[in-house]
């Protein structure tokens, strides 16, 4: 059975970490193949925060485009994928989708997923929101993205941040039906003992 296709892109916003360790994840999954796009300021964001250059995260990844090349395959709905994830996703990028502006290959590649009716995951990345976010937001929803924002969750007790990054992309990858290792099933609430 041939892997799946799974478009990722690491845009400027803040939480490169996402991006970096869901590749890192998927690296060698036997469902999955990934194609890797990193903007400009995903560059400077992998520098910054995790103190990584673009050779090093485009080596997790099984397909590199450059962001710049719109006529690169994943530009055309004839590029079948499970779909893309967007992570971290800046508002500029949100903006450029909500608007369809296709101005660079990420904007292109998601502009594609939505039309084809493929599962689009942006993982947004600003706070606080303004107006003008939201509306993105609500635009790429109405369209049919999935608009999840890397907020952690803690009923699972994190012991660490990788533990707390590993959850939140464990729920992405449900969303692909995608297998993994890294969010357990809720079991529901603990008994209070305070009886």
């Known amino acids: 059975m041939p892997r799946q296709r799974l478009i990722i892109a690491i845009t400027g916003a803040t939480g490169a970490i996402y991006g970096v360790r869901l590749l890192e994840h998927l690296r060698g999954h036997a469902q999955v193949e990934t194609h890797l796009l990193i903007s400009d300021a995903g560059v400077l964001n992998l520098h910054q925060e995790l103190d990584l250059n673009r050779k090093d995260v485009e080596a997790l990844a099984d397909v590199v ?3 710049r090349d719109v006529g690169a395959s994943i530009a055309s709905g004839s590029f ?3 779909g893309m994830v967007i992570a971290p996703c800046s ?3 949100l903006a450029s ?5 296709s101005d660079n290959l990420i904007a292109r590649a998601a502009d594609v997923v939505l039309k084809e009716r493929r599962r689009l995951v942006m993982m947004v990345r600003e706070t606080p929101f303004n107006l003008a976010h939201l509306r993105n937001m609500t635009a790429v929803t109405e369209m049919g ?5 890397p907020l952690p969750g803690f009923y699972h007790r994190p012991a660490s941040m990788e533990q707390m990054v590993d959850h939140t992309l464990g729920r992405v990858l449900d969303l692909f039906g995608i297998e993994h290792q890294l969010t357990p099933e809720w079991q529901g609430m603990k008994a209070s003992s305070a009886d």
Request: aromatic letters at 10%; hydrophobic letters at 55%.
């Open 91 to 93: 508002m500029k990028t």
């Open 65 to 67: 485009y450059n962001v």
């Open 80 to 82: 079948a994928s499970a």
């Open 145 to 149: 993205g999935v608009i999840f924002p």
């Open 97 to 101: 989708v909500a608007h369809g502006l």
